[in-house]
Every structure is written in structure tokens, then in C-alpha cells.
């Protein structure tokens, strides 16, 4: 079953947008509460906490996913890999502590858990290093996720090729071969629109035959468990960084 989610800042859902297109929908709301109510009245079911890292406290990632429980809406989460360490550990949640609330709780709200997550990035870093330590990033957390027969799909990012950046998941053939590589059912592809079509022009003006001038090939698409699909920005136009 398809479901359609809609992302949102833990600002935003706490009350405390930073953005000045945030506030203003804040305050055409009033309250967060209102706002989730509209979303699910025009058929949003899901709510995709937007940037929740490791280091995010723990009570916070509670206050999060009560908020969008209590609304009659399922979470999923956009995590970011920003601690070490992880040695030892014999559950997701110790490597993990804000999603400990939705892991403890998700049965009585949801069938199972989506967390959208970006491999690892640097700038002037060997590409093939980057990709080994994603690689074995999401191995090690599939492991704790299958000892505690959790039903958590990781999702992979496709991500924009940006110069000077190394980004081991820039573009179908990065991110399908690092989920290839991970070689696991908790292991999918979370394909950003925006991101593709960002790659799309950037071949385009190049005059290069890329394949992604077309659609991705039928092996992305069937490794694909979550997409992200860009709104209006701030101007009332489609945007997206070149």
C-alpha cells in the first residue's frame, strides 16, 4: 500500500519554525496540532520527521513522535549518521537513543518504520573510503535492527552530484550499487525527485548522454521503498539547486 507523507522540520512540529515560510504557516495554523489535522484531511498519512540525528536528545525524539501519533498520522524519519562509537552495542536504540519511543511503541500505530539516510560525504575525501564506511554504517545497524526483529527499512538517499563534494550515492548508479553492495531486505533506496531532476539538468547542460535524461533503470525502481517529491519554494515556483 502506497502511502502519501509530508516532511516536516522538528521545529516546525514543536511549535518553533526557523524559517520565515515556517512561521508563516505557523501562524496560519496557530498550532501544530491544526496543521496536522489539515494534512490528514487532504490525505497525508504519514509525517516524515525531517533531519532527527543521532545526537538529537532523547526526549525530544519522544516529543516528535507523540506529536504526530496523537494526530492519527504514522512517522517515518529522516536520520543522520553523526556519532561513533557504536562498538558493542547490542541494540538499535543504544546507537540511536531519539528513535527509542517509535521502536518501543510503532506496533500500536504503524505496521513499520522508514528512516531515510545519507551516506557518508566529504569534501576532497577518497570516494571509495566514503563508500566503504556507508556500506559498513548500514551493515552494522541492519544487524542490530534484524537481533531485534525490528521492521526498519533503512532507505538510502539518492543525492545531487555537487562539485567538489564526494558523495558515494550521487546519482542511480552510486546509490543502487552501495544498496547492491549492503545486499539487504532492510536496505532500500529513497529516491529524491528533486535530486534526480537536479542531476538530469546538470547533464543536460552539459551535453552528455547520461542515463539520467531518462527514467532509472527497472533495477533502481524496485530497489526504491520511499521517495521525496519537492514542493513550492518560498516564490510559489518549483525549485531545486543545480
Known amino acids: 500500500m502506497k502511502k502519501l507523507g509530508f516532511s516536516l522540520s522538528p521545529e516546525m512540529l514543536l511549535g518553533r519554525p526557523e524559517s520565515i515560510l515556517g512561521a508563516a504557516v505557523h501562524a496560519r495554523f496557530g498550532h501544530t496540532r491544526l496543521l496536522l489535522k489539515e494534512l490528514k484531511a487532504r490525505g497525508v498519512s504519514s509525517i516524515e520527521i525531517r533531519n532527527l540525528p543521532q545526537s538529537a536528545p532523547e526526549d525530544v525524539g519522544a516529543r516528535l513522535v507523540e506529536t504526530v501519533w496523537q494526530a492519527g498520522l504514522e512517522v517515518s524519519v529522516h536520520g543522520r ?6 562498538a558493542g552495542a547490542r541494540d538499535f536504540t543504544e546507537v540511536y537513543p531519539p528513535v527509542k519511543e517509535l521502536i518501543k511503541y510503532y506496533a ?4 513499520d518504520i522508514i528512516m531515510v539516510i545519507h551516506a557518508y560525504t566529504g569534501d576532497g575525501d577518497n570516494v571509495g573510503e566514503l563508500r566503504e564506511r556507508s556500506v559498513g554504517l548500514l ?3 541492519v544487524s542490530l535492527a534484524e537481533c531485534g526483529e525490528i521492521p526498519l527499512r ?3 538517499e539518492l543525492t545531487r552530484r555537487r562539485a567538489g563534494k564526494e558523495d558515494p550515492a550521487a546519482g542511480v548508479e552510486g546509490v543502487l550499487g552501495l544498496v547492491r553492495e549492503v545486499n539487504s531486505p532492510y536496505v532500500g533506496i529513497a529516491w529524491d ?3 534526480y531532476y537536479a542531476n538530469v539538468l546538470k547533464a543536460r547542460s552539459s551535453s552528455r548522454n547520461s542515463a539520467e535524461q531518462e527514467l532509472p533503470a527497472r533495477a533502481f525502481l524496485e530497489h526504491t521503498v520511499h521517495t521525496h ?3 513550492l519554494g518560498a516564490r510559489g515556483k518549483f525549485e531545486t539547486k543545480r
Open 229 to 231: 517529491i519537492h514542493g
Open 108 to 111: 500500536a500505530h504503524q505496521k
Open 154 to 156: 533503512f532507505a538510502l
Open 193 to 195: 525527485m528533486g535530486h
Open 81 to 86: 549518521a553523526d556519532r561513533a562509537g557504536e
Open 139 to 141: 551493515r552494522s545497524w
